[in-house]
Structure formats: C-alpha cells, structure tokens
C-alpha cells in the first residue's frame, strides 16, 4: 500500500527511529538538512520543516554553527520556589558559570517606573548577566533594583553570587509575581543564547518584595528548546502570587 503520510512526516519518522533504536542517542547530532535531502530522498524545504517540527517539539535542539542535536532533558526550573539559575544547576551536579556583561544606575524609563512604582526618571540599578550550563548559555538575567533594597548591589562583580543569590541575603523574597511568555526575541537576545531564528525564546518576568518593599524587576530570557518550567510545592516556600498585582499585567 502507498504511503501517503507527508513527505516531511516521513522524514519526521526517519529521524525518531533512528533515535529510538539508539542510532543518534541524547545529545548527539542528526542528519544536517542536506544530509536527509540524500538520505530520504526529499528536497531541502521538506527537510527543514521535518527538522523544525523536532525542534518545536523539543525531540531536538539547535546549536548555533553546529547542527541539530538529540535533546537531553530540559532544565527545569520551578515558579513555586525564588530559585537562582546557579543553584539549580548545581543540584543537577551541572556546572555554572556567569558572566556580568552591565552593571550600573539608570534613570528608570516610563515603562519601568510604572512596573517598580517608582517616578520615571528615578534612578535604580540595572544588571545584566549571561548565565551558562556546562559552557552552554541557559539564561540570560536583565534586572533593575531599587537601591534602597540593596544599596551596595551597584559594587557586585556576581562572581560567587547570582545577583539573585546577593538580593537573596539582602532582601528575603516575602511576595513574588510572575508572568511567562514565549517570544523571538531580539537579535541581541539570540546572539547571547546562541539560538537560531526558528528557536522560540521563553520569557520570565518577575517581580519581587521584600515585606512592603518592592525589591527588583527581573527578565529571564531562556533558550525554548533546552529549558522549562515546572512546580514544585515545599512548606517552607514564601507565599508566591502570580499575576495576583497589577504591574506585570499592565506592562504591555
């Protein structure tokens, strides 16, 4: 009987096979798009989409320069607990390093003002830090903080601590509030997770309290195809609310 299944769900089929009989095992590269046009005898086009739809389901990853990759499993992080990216890594055994590309004060733009409720123009601390797993780039950290909250913040070089970590010792997280999205992301953003542009970007927005202070503001960029998010409940978790406030909601 012919088949008459898409030639790219075919394809899709060739290359899960081959997974599961152990041909490409986890974190190994499969065939490159040129390498199934041969293989599967199918053109370019319908190659790709095969290839994307794996990707978009996460059997794959995409590193950039090098080709597609059998996916290992996600890192996941939990929206229940304020965890830093370094300490999730570590309880997974995983390396992490970091590396602060801005640390400085700014004068808060209208948009920010209104998130941190503070006046535009009003001067905060604004971070920004490549976080890596195993020399692999897993997140990229935009935050602003209200000085107030942690007045040395501005004289931290982020080597043994996560700015997370430091505000952590400062300012306990008693209130937090989230809101997640997937987006393209920037071409800046990319070039900084090195994903390509068929790679969806998650987006974890977060902001934080200590008591009746509001402590900082946090974008949490993560490439889409190696990293989730999960829930995790303990008891002793300070109270999470998300989207419980106004200021995320307002913000597009």
């Known amino acids: 009987m012919q088949n008459t299944n898409p030639r790219y769900h075919q394809v899709k089929t060739y290359v899960l096979a081959g997974i599961t009989e152990g041909i490409w095992g986890s974190g190994e590269r499969v065939p490159s798009e040129n390498e199934l046009v041969d293989l599967c005898q199918v053109s370019r086009m319908t190659a790709r989409r095969a290839l994307q739809e794996l990707l978009l389901e996460g ?33 997974q055994g995983d390396l992490h390093r970091s590396n602060l590309l801005e640390l400085r004060k700014v004068n808060a733009s209208s948009k920010i003002a209104k998130i941190m ?49 430091y505000l952590t010792d400062q300012a306990p997280v008693t209130e937090a509030e989230h809101k997640i999205e997937a987006i393209i992301g920037n071409v800046n953003i990319r070039e900084l997770l090195e994903i390509d542009t068929d790679e969806a970007v998650l987006l974890l927005k977060r902001l934080t309290w200590c008591g009746q202070q509001l402590v900082s503001y946090a974008q949490l960029y993560h ?30």
Do not use: C, M
């Open 59 to 91: 059997t794959l990853i995409r590193i950039k320069g090098k080709g597609s990759f059998v996916s290992q499993e996600k890192q996941q992080s939990s929206l229940l607990q304020i965890r830093s990216i370094a300490s999730e890594l570590r309880q």
């Open 117 to 165: 409720e503070v006046t535009t123009g009003a001067r905060v601390y604004y971070s920004q830090v490549l976080h890596y797993k195993n020399e692999q780039p897993i997140q990229l950290e935009n935050r602003w903080v209200i000085p107030s909250a942690a007045v040395d913040y501005i004289n931290q070089d982020f080597k043994d601590k996560t700015p997370s970590e």
């Open 223 to 252: 490439p889409g195809n190696s990293y989730s998010f999960g829930t995790k409940f303990q008891q002793a978790v300070p109270k999470v609310e998300n989207l419980s406030k106004t200021n995320l909601k307002e913000e597009n």
